[in-house]
């Protein structure tokens, strides 16, 4: 990027492409502040320099819009997503496969803002489109069919969502191979539909082939392989079996820490993890310890109000409240329904469970 700087000049195509190249590997190592610092730039640089309709243009605001949704703000990403989508309708058509891309990406943040008949409107066209242009078993097909099934998943119509990922499990199965990531990560998702219906041998019997393909393909390390490993133990979870699950998490967490660092995003939920396996046996303050270190961590690398870091100061605040320590429990409580009402909104789903969760609390103290 330097060179590129210095021999062709700081808006020159070529140095524009390789800051954006740049930009996506600090998002793949979930650096999303030092992202978002370049995407900025290069979107604004691309916008003045290509136009704002050039596809290199809208490419880099769709990547922006994906830090922004990295870091759970979704009205940023909504923003942003909004506007490339008609401009994308306008300039490339609405059929065509970018412009069907920026749809579902709409759609997913539409869905993280628990507006989940919104995305499933947005979804349902996006997959009907894809059929009809690309071909039943084109990859985006695929794709765009495995996301209306996690809106359908996230409705809690698991009947619904079970259907789709049947028939996207076995096709991926026979356009992909078997071994395919894309397919291995449809196979889980039908194993964890499996989980919410209670029928947890039949996910039991997916995940550990998943895992074990995983290993074999991807590598024991390959963070596809750990998130494999850690549904399992969800798995052995549900069936009470937490000495299963325990050994599993603390294998994932030790090797996330080695692999991905201390402070990857998938580092923290293994830790997350672990803690809630803890939290379930009644051992509280084993749970407490991890608990307050990847809230305080958190906080530090996500940001204060980042859904995942609500979600953990959530999680703290139970084990407060299960240790009795009833003030403890409703300071953190009281700050996060605020936080959530204003970062996620009033009506969203993880506002209002928050806010069950402390009038419950309020209940039992009497």
């Given at each position: 990027?330097?060179?590129?700087?210095?021999?062709?000049g700081?808006?020159h195509?070529?140095?524009?492409?390789?800051?954006?190249?740049?930009?996506?590997?600090?998002?793949?190592?979930?650096?999303?502040?030092?992202?978002?610092?370049?995407g900025?730039?290069?979107?604004?640089?691309s916008?003045?320099?290509?136009?704002?309709?050039?596809p290199d243009?809208l490419t880099?605001?769709?990547n922006?819009?994906?830090t922004?949704w990295d870091?759970?703000?979704?009205?940023?990403?909504?923003?942003?997503?909004?506007?490339?989508?008609?401009?994308s309708k306008?300039?490339?058509?609405?059929?065509?496969?970018?412009?069907?891309?920026?749809?579902g990406?709409?759609?997913?943040?539409?869905?993280n803002?628990?507006?989940?008949?919104d995305a499933?409107?947005?979804?349902v066209?996006?997959?009907?489109?894809?059929?009809?242009?690309?071909?039943?078993?084109?990859?985006?097909?695929?794709?765009?069919?495995?996301n209306?099934?996690?809106?359908?998943?996230?409705?809690?119509?698991?009947?619904d969502?079970?259907?789709?990922?049947?028939?996207?499990?076995?096709?991926?199965?026979r356009?992909?191979?078997e071994?395919?990531p894309?397919?291995?990560?449809?196979?889980?998702n039908?194993?964890?539909?499996?989980?919410?219906?209670?029928c947890?041998?039949?996910a039991e019997?997916?995940?550990?082939?998943?895992?074990?393909?995983?290993?074999?393909?991807l590598?024991?390390?390959?963070?596809?392989?750990?998130?494999?490993?850690?549904?399992?133990?969800?798995?052995?979870?549900?069936q009470?079996?937490w000495n299963?699950?325990?050994?599993?998490?603390?294998?994932?967490?030790?090797?996330?820490?080695?692999?991905?660092?201390?402070?990857h995003?998938?580092?923290?939920?293994?830790?997350s993890?672990?803690?809630?396996?803890?939290?379930?046996?009644g051992?509280w303050?084993n749970?407490?310890v991890p608990?307050?270190?990847?809230?305080?961590?958190?906080k530090r690398?996500?940001?204060?109000?980042?859904?995942?870091?609500?979600?953990?100061?959530t999680?703290?605040?139970?084990?407060?409240?299960?240790?009795?320590?009833w003030?403890d429990?409703?300071?953190?409580?009281?700050?996060?329904?605020?936080?959530?009402?204003?970062?996620?909104g009033?009506?969203?789903?993880?506002?209002?469970m928050?806010?069950?969760?402390?009038?419950?609390?309020?209940?039992n103290?009497g």
């Open positions: 990027m330097e060179t590129s700087k210095r021999v062709l700081e808006e195509p070529d140095t524009l492409t390789s800051i954006a190249n740049l930009t996506s590997t600090y998002q793949n190592q979930g650096r999303w502040n030092d992202a978002e610092a370049l900025v730039v290069v979107v604004e640089t916008k003045r320099v290509l136009g704002e309709e050039h243009t880099r605001i769709t922006l819009a994906s922004y870091q759970g703000r979704w009205n940023d990403a909504e923003a942003l997503e909004v506007a490339v989508m008609e401009t306008h300039v490339l058509g609405e059929e065509h496969p970018d412009t069907l891309t920026r749809i990406n709409l759609a997913s943040t539409y869905s803002q628990g507006r989940w008949n499933e409107v947005l979804q066209a996006v997959m009907e489109t894809s059929k009809r242009v690309l071909g039943e078993e084109h990859p985006s097909t695929l794709g765009s069919i495995n209306l099934a996690l809106t359908y998943w996230n409705q809690g119509r698991w009947n969502a079970e259907a789709l990922e049947v028939a996207v499990m076995e096709t991926s199965k356009v992909l191979g071994e395919h894309d397919t291995l990560t449809r196979i889980n039908l194993a964890l539909t499996y989980l919410n219906q209670g947890w041998n039949d019997s997916l995940q550990v082939a998943v895992m074990e393909t995983s290993k074999r393909v590598g024991e390390e390959h963070p596809d392989t750990l998130t494999s490993i850690a549904n399992l133990a969800s798995t052995y979870h549900y009470g079996r299963n699950a325990e050994a599993l998490l603390v294998a994932v967490m030790e090797t996330s820490k080695r692999v991905l660092g201390e402070e995003p998938d580092t923290l939920m293994s830790i993890n672990l803690a809630l396996t803890y939290w379930n046996q051992r303050n749970a407490e608990q307050v270190a990847v809230m305080e961590t958190s690398v996500l940001g204060e109000e980042h859904p995942s870091t609500l979600t953990r100061i999680n703290l605040a139970l084990t407060y409240w299960r240790q009795g320590r003030n429990a409703e300071a953190l409580l009281v700050a996060v329904i605020e936080t959530s009402k204003r970062v996620l009033e009506e969203h789903p993880f506002t209002l928050r806010i069950t969760n402390l009038a419950l609390m309020y209940q103290q």
